[in-house]
């Protein structure tokens, strides 16, 4: 059995493969023979923490994935990550388990990926320009996967702390090679009626910018939010924008505040949302259909995402 | 993070301990602040398979575990295993995952002391000949457990095909180092009427001996069968039971078809059933209270056995 670090997922399992797991993902989503069991979920009442425990099997990709997640918040108090996480791959042609591995790393690739995928059928061709609005782990994966799909120029940072902003323009210049302009701002509405792309990577539970502010053609993407009580783009986002599309319907209509606040207040209506991820790759919803269009991505993450990325990296990492 | 090995488990941790570790989860299983949702089961259709989930945890123990099962009947045609097992450990006080081991030899220890410390408890002290009928994998937990808690002087060991039985022979005496007498027979009822306890491992639907047989002062352990539709006891056993004990009251009545059979008939109440193996070790009902005493133990195996035998394998082996 492989045991696979978040070291080694770093330095062999590049972004490309990783946008081209989740755009066979979104596709198995829709067309495939899937499991996705309902999570269980654990409370570890003493330390205030939960395990969660989440399988999903794909019959066309072969294998079966559990990813096993503590979230223990006060570990922050340790100066150690709330969130751990592991998944097993086990082949479903003989039950054989063949790798434990990390998946910190793997969720932000592919949670990165899932912004990828749906920004090159949204985003416009000649994107130069990017906000990111959240300078933690996962804007890491965003940026990288934005990279691949698009030849920006200039990269605008926020974070509350600064500090995590000038931490991100390292790794974008240090780790990715950027060779265009990364700026940190003091504040994104500065930038945001202003760029090509914006994407929100927070937890914050108000807007983090001014939806008035967009320009046609911009795309934004929304991954930061992940809570009913969580929201990131304000309900002039959605209104503005001609397209909006997520990355599953019924993950979204759990989690996603960003839709369910509005929805709550009568602002928005869940009609109004085009389609799914699976829809841009297989052709069932038109991409961006001129230079003009205002599009809205809004993802969760999904199991099919995870398992698929899994199974390429244990098999990037097989042979090494 | 430790990786741990069934031939480590085999090489370094020793019967003892994991009795020790399943007498402190059956007190724990009545006193302790435990969880145990309900397992998860995914069928992979493809391949007739079943993967299964099974997480628990433990506060007194300070430790989650997830246990993760695959069952591929099919492999059999393969030559490998059907059944694939692997525990994940976490720290539930940091949510760290601490160990992922091999899950097939500690189920065979686990469930061996499940039997001996009932054995402890329930068999006579002068027990001196014992006959294992089912001469499998998990027959070598069992007699290893017997040596531990009574002095053996015979060993007889039945199993439809001999050679597993001649197998489980040369185990005894070599791995075990067993230095009485082992003798296989060609036919359980030529003992099971002479034997101080009676030890049954087998999947058979039907008894495995005549319980009408049995004389005063036996200890029979039946923990072969698993499932309602299973069966190895006759009724005859329950019968002239003096003391029937089980493992947990909860698993046998879901399980065991030992019980569940003869209740289908009217044959039988689960009132009859004095207790579990918590109540032995925590006095609540008396072991053995004389030399003419029958007395029948069930085990379909528990949950809290797997973490806290799992916790003192992490623990050996992180001494290594």
């Known amino acids: 059995m492989l045991v696979i670090t978040d070291e080694e997922i770093k330095k062999h399992v590049t972004m490309k493969q990783c946008l081209a797991a989740v755009e066979e993902a979104a596709k198995i989503y829709r067309t495939g023979n899937n499991k996705q069991p309902i999570r269980t979920a654990m409370n570890i009442d003493k330390q205030n923490g939960t395990m969660l425990y989440m399988p999903s099997y794909s019959e066309e990709v072969g294998y079966t994935a559990v990813k096993i997640v503590s979230v223990f918040p006060e570990n922050r108090n340790r100066g150690m990550k709330s969130l751990q ?7 479903a042609e003989t039950g054989a388990h063949v790798a434990l591995m990390d998946a910190s790393w793997l969720t932000v690739m592919r949670t990165g990926a899932i912004s990828g995928v749906a920004a090159k059928y949204l985003a416009r061709e000649d994107t130069r320009t990017c906000l990111v609005i959240g300078c933690g782990e996962q804007a890491r994966g965003q940026i990288g996967a934005a ?5 920006l120029e200039t990269v ?15 790794y ?6 950027f060779n265009g302009k ?10 945001a009626g202003d760029v090509d792309m914006i994407i929100t990577a927070t937890n914050s539970v108000t807007p983090v910018f001014d939806g008035n502010l967009i320009k046609p053609g911009t795309h934004i993407s929304g991954i930061g939010s992940f809570k009913p009580s969580m929201q990131e783009v304000d309900v002039n986002v959605l209104k503005k924008a001609d397209k909006i599309m997520c990355d599953t319907f019924e993950g979204c209509m759990e989690e996603a505040g960003d839709f369910l606040i509005p929805m709550e207040k009568g602002e928005f209506s869940e009609e109004t949302i085009e389609g799914e991820l699976a829809d841009l790759v297989l052709g069932a919803v038109p991409g961006r259909e001129d230079n003009d269009e205002i599009t809205f ?16 990296i244990y098999r990037v990492m097989k042979k090494q």
């Open 172 to 177: 974008i210049l240090d780790e990715l090679a």
């Open 297 to 312: 991505f809004k993802s969760v993450g999904f199991a099919m995402a995870d398992l698929v990325t899994a199974v390429e």
């Open 85 to 91: 996480s592991k998944i097993l791959l086990t082949d």
């Open 156 to 170: 605008y940072l926020y974070n509350p702390t600064r500090s995590k902003a000038e931490s991100l323009k390292a």
């Open 147 to 151: 990279l691949e799909v698009r030849e």
């Open 182 to 191: 990364v700026e940190v701002v003091e504040d994104p509405d500065e930038k």
